[in-house]
């Protein structure tokens, strides 16, 4: 059983950075794909980014955002920079034993989410 911990989320102004990073604990994190996850109110959880074998961006993200991971800490970063009001959102940290995926049902564990919220 893998427990995933978020933080870093806050309040920023558009054009503003944050880190988030998550902690991972009860399993071999090395052999995981992590992901990170954002779901804003009254919308579908989406897939941001993520990192296995290869990383992968959404198009909303894609040259804003970067993510990364220490496997030797069990820790992995989204670092978020140039947000946008529109990057409002709960963001989660995921994790499969598989290859990455686009999809929250490719995902076996989460974490409880932390908050970002982008002011205009």
């Known amino acids: 059983q893998v427990q995933l911990v978020e933080s870093g989320g806050g309040l920023v102004q558009a054009g503003g950075s944050l880190r988030l990073s998550c902690a991972a604990s009860?399993?071999?994190?090395?052999?995981?794909?992590m992901a990170w996850f954002r779901q804003a109110p009254g919308k579908e959880r989406e897939f941001v980014a993520g990192i296995g074998i290869n990383t992968l961006y959404s198009n909303s993200v894609k040259g804003r955002f970067t993510v990364s991971r220490d496997n030797a800490k069990n820790l992995i970063f989204l670092q978020m920079n140039s947000l946008e009001p529109e990057d409002t959102a709960v963001y989660f940290c995921?994790?499969?034993?598989?290859?990455?995926?686009?999809?929250?049902?490719?995902?076996?564990?989460w974490g409880q989410g932390t908050q970002v919220t982008v002011s205009s």
């Open positions: 995921a994790a499969t034993r598989a290859v990455l995926g686009l999809m929250p049902g490719h995902y076996d564990y």
């Open positions: 009860g399993g071999t994190f090395s052999s995981y794909s």
